[in-house]
């Protein structure tokens, strides 16, 4: 998405009207010194955070400190961020709706420094981890626990437009999501706090907690709704720590096999850290060879369960690569289509992996003429899952550090986007420190300054 697409899709709020009827808490403030200011701490305190500057540009900038701007809002002094493949997408420009000078990132664990005055659970001091996505907690999908489903946190009419019905926000990820700022940050405003944040018990440390925002419970809504079971054979696209945890939760679920596909070091990495998982690394395959014939010449007549992990903005053909840029799709069909060939009749295929427009070239005749069953998809509902998943963390039955790799500064934060876009020196997961958090927990990354 180049700045002409972003310049239009800021046209097309403009004519739609934003829709601030419905909505919960304010949005659209991503940056407390916007507006002329009027979001900032009457304190005058400043605060480093990272910035989206304009395509391929994501900058450490100095802004003022965020205050309570609703009465159920807590601002969070920030202890640990991290880098997700979704904020590389947004660097990239193909999310739109993303501003200059909006803060990102939308996994942070921190300390409660301030409450506003109708938040009951929170006190300042509190540990506390964030959902990635907000919920109101009053409209029906909240209700059900489907609170990337929303109905009143986010106020972009394009979104209605665009996909028929509107998702709830996401911290720091674009207007098009509420445009709230995120917590890539050293404080960071948390509307309707109290639930939006979930308590840290002391005994589990920030580089385990702070998966929980995102990492954790996505992962688990890919393997938990498309409903993998024991005896099951699942292959998972993509690698990267979506991929990776997803085979985790495969094979912990009593999958037969599991075979994650990735086209680098990181099969390797899979099959060090996961017993029992098996790689499949297509930049070996032979001429002839594909990733469904493969898959088909290791589970005879095709996988129960297939998982895309990947991500649309990654062609791989050069009929996608072209299309890509020319604009003439926004996603490529090229990992579903490989989804579809690769299982089992009747079978299930999910999308974890991000998607955000039209596709060329999508077999649909695979998926009706095979039975496929398309289920599984969708930006995760976080709530459903975290409390399980804190008690799996907390009693040990799940280590979240087996896929962080690295610690970095919040100082380098920018540096960091470029390493998990390049999936450079080894990067899985890193965990990014600020000047307010606790030393480094034993056994997990030593810091690197870049
Ligand atoms: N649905 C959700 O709630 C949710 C939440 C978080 C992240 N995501 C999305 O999940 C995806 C993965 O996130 P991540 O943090 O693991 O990202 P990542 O970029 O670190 O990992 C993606 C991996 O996919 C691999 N890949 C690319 N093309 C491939 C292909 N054709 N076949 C197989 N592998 C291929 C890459 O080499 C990389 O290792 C991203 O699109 C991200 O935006 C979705
Ligand atoms: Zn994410
Ligand atoms: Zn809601």
């Not at 601030?20 to 507006?35: E, F, L, M, S």
């Not at 304009?54 to 601002?75: A, F, H, L, Q, W």
Request: net charge negative.
């Amino acid at each position: 998405m180049d700045g002409g697409q972003n310049r239009a899709a800021k046209l097309a709020e403009t004519v739609l009207g934003h829709d601030d009827k419905n909505k919960a808490a304010h949005t659209d403030i991503a940056n407390p010194d916007r507006d002329g200011g009027q979001w900032a701490d009457s304190t005058g305190e400043k605060m480093k955070a990272l910035a989206w500057m304009g395509k391929n540009d994501v900058r450490v900038i100095e802004t003022s400190k965020p205050r309570i701007v609703d009465d159920y809002d807590v601002i969070v002094k920030v202890t640990g961020t991290t880098v997700c493949g979704s904020d590389v997408h947004l660097m990239h420009g193909v999310i739109v709706q993303v501003e200059k000078g909006d803060i990102l990132g939308h996994e942070f664990i921190g300390v409660v420094d301030a409450v506003g005055p109708a938040v009951t659970k929170l006190a300042v001091g509190d540990r506390v981890v964030n959902s990635f996505c907000i919920s109101c907690g009053q409209c029906e999908f909240c209700k059900r626990k489907l609170t990337t489903a929303c109905e009143k946190t986010n106020a972009s009419a394009l979104h209605a437009k665009l996909f028929g019905s509107r998702m709830g926000g996401i911290f720091g990820y674009s207007h098009l999501t509420g445009g709230y700022a995120g917590g890539q940050a050293e404080f960071v405003r948390v509307p309707l706090a109290d639930n939006n944040l979930l308590k840290v018990p002391q005994g589990v440390p920030d580089e385990k907690a702070l998966y929980l925002s995102d990492v954790l419970p996505t992962s688990f809504h890919s393997v938990d709704y498309t409903g993998v079971k024991e005896g099951d054979t699942v292959a998972v696209w993509g690698l990267g720590p979506i991929g990776f945890m997803a085979c985790y939760w495969a094979k912990q679920r009593g999958a037969k096999r599991v075979i994650g596909i990735d086209n680098n070091w990181r099969t390797e990495y899979a099959r060090s850290k996961i017993p029992g998982v098996e790689t499949l690394d297509y930049s070996t395959l032979k001429s002839g060879e594909t990733v469904p014939s493969k898959i088909h010449e290791m589970v005879p007549g095709g996988v129960d369960v297939s998982i895309d992990a990947t991500g649309g903005e990654f062609g791989k053909g050069l009929a996608h690569k072209l299309e890509l840029k020319l604009g003439v799709e926004q996603d490529t069909s090229e990992m579903v289509n490989e989804c579809l060939y690769s299982t089992k009749k009747f079978g299930r295929v999910g999308i974890i992996g991000d998607y955000v427009g039209y596709t060329n070239h999508f077999n649909i005749g695979a998926l009706m003429e095979l039975g496929i069953n398309l289920v599984g998809c969708g930006q995760s509902p976080v709530h459903k899952y975290w409390e399980h998943l804190l008690e799996l963390v907390e009693n040990g039955s799940v280590d979240p550090t087996i896929m962080l790799t690295h610690r970095y500064r919040l100082e380098d934060i920018d540096k960091a986007y470029k390493l998990q876009e390049k999936r450079g020196e080894g990067l899985v997961k890193c965990f990014v420190e600020t000047r307010f958090s606790a030393p480094r927990a034993e056994g997990t990354p030593e810091l690197t300054t870049l």
